[in-house]
Structures are given as C-alpha cells and as structure tokens.
C-alpha cells in the first residue's frame, strides 16, 4: 500500500498532530540532515518548522547523537535522580533566573499543566489569566481562547476543543496580549480569586509593545497572583535564559520544552522554592501538597541530548547567530512584500517569523484575526508544494543554527514564485 493511503488509513487525517495537508500535498518522512528532511519518496525539503521548534542545532547533530549513543548503553530511564540530571538542573539553575527549583517533566503540555497546578495550590486560589491567542499545550486551559473564532467580550473564554468541562471555563479569565490597561482592570476586578496569570512573553510570534511584560510583572506583585512564563518556544531560543533573561522580567515559575531537548522529550517547571517546594511528599495530606510524577521526565536519554544542546547553545556566537538569521528572514520578506506591493505583515524575533496578509500592524490575536487566513494557508501549502516543510496552519517558521543564508534566500525566491501565482 502507498504510505500516504496507509498514514490516512491509520492517522486521523494523516497526520499526528495539527499539521494537516491536503491528500495531494501529504507525504511520509524517512530522515533529516542540518536543515533539510527526506521523505520516503527521495523529495527533499528545507524544513522550517524543525518538530515544531525543538532541532535548535538542526537534525541528526552529531554532539547529541554521541551524547545519546553513550547514554542509551547504560540505561533509557530510571524514574530516579541520576548525575546527569543533576548535572542539567545545575546548569537550568545557573541559566535561568526565576529557577530555584527545579522538576523534570516530559513535555511542553505536562510542565504548564504544572506550572498552573503549583499556583493554584500556592496560592489557595483557582482562577487563571490567560491571554486570547496564547497556547500553553494541550491540556484544558492551555487550549481555551487559543484559536477563539466568536470573540467574546473580555474575559469571557471560548473552548477551542470540545471535550473541556465547562468548570474549567468558568475559572479561566481571558485578557487582550499587549493591552495592559485592560489586563489591570480585568486583574483588579477579579483579584481575590485570580491564581496566577500564564503568558507566552513573547506571544507565538507577536513581541510584547513595551512595558506590557514589566507592567504585568508589577501588578501580580502587587495583588500577590502569581506570574507563569510559559517558555515552551522561547526558552534557549530568544537568549540562553530564555525570555526571562531576554526581556529582563523575571517570573515566579516558568515552563521549558522543545528546544532544550535537542528533539527528545522534555519538559521543565522551575520557579520559586517556596512554591516548588509544596511537592515534597511529606506534605502529603496537608492543605497546599502537590501532587507531582512523570514517569519518564528527567530520563537520562532526554537530559543527555538535552546536555549536549546546551552545551552547543553556549558557544561563543550561537544566539549572534540565531538572530542574525532570524532578522535576514524577516527583513527579506519584508522587501519582498513591499517589491511586489501585497499587504503583509512580518512577525517575529530571535530564529522566529510569521507572515500574514494584512495592512494592519499586528500586536494582538485579533488584528491576527482580521489577516487573509485563506490566503495564508494558500501560501503556506503552495511553499510545501516547492520544497518547504512548514505548518500549513502559518503560524510560525522555525530557524536552527543549521540554518543557512543560502536555505534563507531559497525560501525567498520560492516565496516570490507562490506569491505571484495566489
Ligand atoms: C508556548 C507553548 N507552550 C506549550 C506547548 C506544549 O508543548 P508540547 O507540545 O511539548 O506538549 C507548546 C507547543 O507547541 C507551545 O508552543
């Protein structure tokens, strides 16, 4: 049988995630070198979407396949402290400036699920902040308001799966990214039973306008509501310590995923000791325990690779370089907009960009909203038609430290050629 008939026939939509083509267009993956990934058909792609931003040091890097060769030998995971956990905890410690604490998690997902859950149990209270257009994984609240289509008047929250408890909606209070004053007013109104607030820093590709980050940092200070980074995406990717270090805001507790991992699962909540500390088991039965376990996080197959990517991270030039590329892409298809006279705007910072079609500058999730959605995917599937691997939903391109000028500019000529013809 053809593998994509099969992956169909097996996949809901042939796919394993929100990375949906058409029939035409789907294919099957066989390996990845650098910044470029196979299918099983000998096509070749230059892959900007890099397992949706973990390949920070491209595929098959050899520092991490000589980290995980040696440690695989030895052992894939023991549930237990083991000396390279130790030794990336030290390292996350030194990095990172809000982690005293910190536990391994394995994933994205299952470290904001934390996070929040330390804040609720700190705090003794449930509600949670959370900003319109923000992901925090696939738990309930981190899909709530993430893709809203009704746009209900703030903080009214909109499920974008079904399956979520309407519970959980009530206890979520949805926000405007970047609209401070706003944000304040919902927080003062609400005080008492407001948890923590959770954030992208910098909002799946939109920066924050200047003095949003610290204005929010200064009024969860204020009314003791806790502050979650959710650096998932920008964690060892803005700057080595993350947004945090980037921007200069420090929150409470953060999460970490993807690109420390090097492409192995991992995930990471780290803040405070004071509220990490409450998943110490001998406070179990006491008001304020945390329940914490994860089978598999900390294994030492993950916290290898994730050791070898750092330590690559940490050479001189690597994040120069990051954002070097970064700013190349944006500022390429800026020009390109303006030569060929389309509406566009160019998101991003650091090793990440987002095109949309619209006139209107972009610092929210509804003036993302009110871009040529259409035209957007359009764009998307006709550059994965020529040799692009990206998520056809545009929601963001991902670049590595594989990543090359020439693999930049191919992008951009393939880029004039789709949109001449959509
Ligand atoms: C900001 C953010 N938080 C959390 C997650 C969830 O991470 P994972 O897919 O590893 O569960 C993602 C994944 O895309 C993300 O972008």
């Known amino acids: 049988m053809n593998p994509v008939d099969l992956s169909f026939q097996l996949f809901p939509g042939g796919s394993l995630g929100e990375f949906n083509l058409t029939r035409e267009l789907s294919t099957v993956l066989s390996h990845g070198k650098g910044s470029k990934i196979y299918d ?39 549930s237990y402290v083991t000396e390279q956990a130790l030794d990336l905890a030290k390292e996350l410690n030194r ?19 934390y996070a929040i859950r330390f804040a609720r149990a700190f705090s003794r209270k449930t509600k949670v902040v959370k900003f ?14 993430l893709f809203p289509q009704s746009l209900l008047p703030f903080p009214k929250p909109e499920p974008t799966s079904a399956g979520i408890s309407r519970q ?54 204020e009314k003791k509501i806790l502050l979650i980074f959710d650096e998932v995406v920008t964690g060892f990717r803005l700057a080595y310590g993350g947004a945090q270090e980037y921007y200069g805001v420090v929150p409470d507790i953060a999460a970490f995923g993807k690109a420390m991992g090097g492409g192995y699962p991992i995930g990471v909540v780290c803040g405070r000791a004071d509220i990490l500390d409450l998943c110490v088991e001998s406070n179990l039965g006491k008001e304020g325990y ?16 994730s050791l070898a990517t750092l330590k690559e991270l940490r050479k001189p030039g690597a994040y120069e ?12 298809f800026r020009a390109l907009f303006q030569k060929l006279e389309i509406p566009g705007q160019v998101l991003g ?58 693999d930049i500019q191919k992008l951009i000529d393939i880029s004039r050629k789709v949109l001449k013809k959509i």
């Open 349 to 406: 910072d650091g090793p990440l960009c987002q095109v949309l079609f619209t006139e209107e500058p972009v610092t929210d999730y509804r003036a993302a909203f009110r871009a040529d959605r259409q035209k957007g995917r359009r764009f998307a599937l006709g550059l994965f038609e020529k040799g692009i691997f990206l998520n056809p939903m545009g929601t963001k391109m991902y670049l590595s430290l594989a990543h090359t000028e020439e």
């Open 321 to 332: 370089r990051l954002h070097h590329l970064g700013r190349k892409l944006r500022e390429k």
């Open 132 to 145: 319109e257009g923000a992901y925090h994984g696939a738990h309930d609240i981190g899909v709530t308001s």
């Open 168 to 221: 959980v909606q009530d206890e979520i209070l949805i926000a405007p990214y970047n609209d401070l004053k706003t944000t304040q007013q919902l927080i003062e109104q609400n005080e008492d039973e407001i948890a923590c607030v959770i954030m992208e820093p910098l909002q799946r590709c939109t920066p924050p306008v200047k003095g949003f980050l610290e204005g929010i940092r200064q009024i969860t200070k």
């Open 40 to 78: 099983v058909f000998g096509k070749e792609f230059i892959d900007y979407s890099i397992s949706w931003g973990s390949i920070i040091l491209g595929h098959a890097h050899p520092a991490i396949i000589k980290a995980v060769k040696k440690q695989v030998v030895k052992g894939s995971s023991f």
């Open 290 to 305: 945390v329940w914490f376990a994860s089978t598999l996080a900390g294994n030492p197959v993950s916290v290898s690779a």
């Open 95 to 113: 990095a990172i400036p809000c982690a005293e604490k910190i536990r391994f998690a394995a994933s994205g997902t299952e470290a904001t699920f």
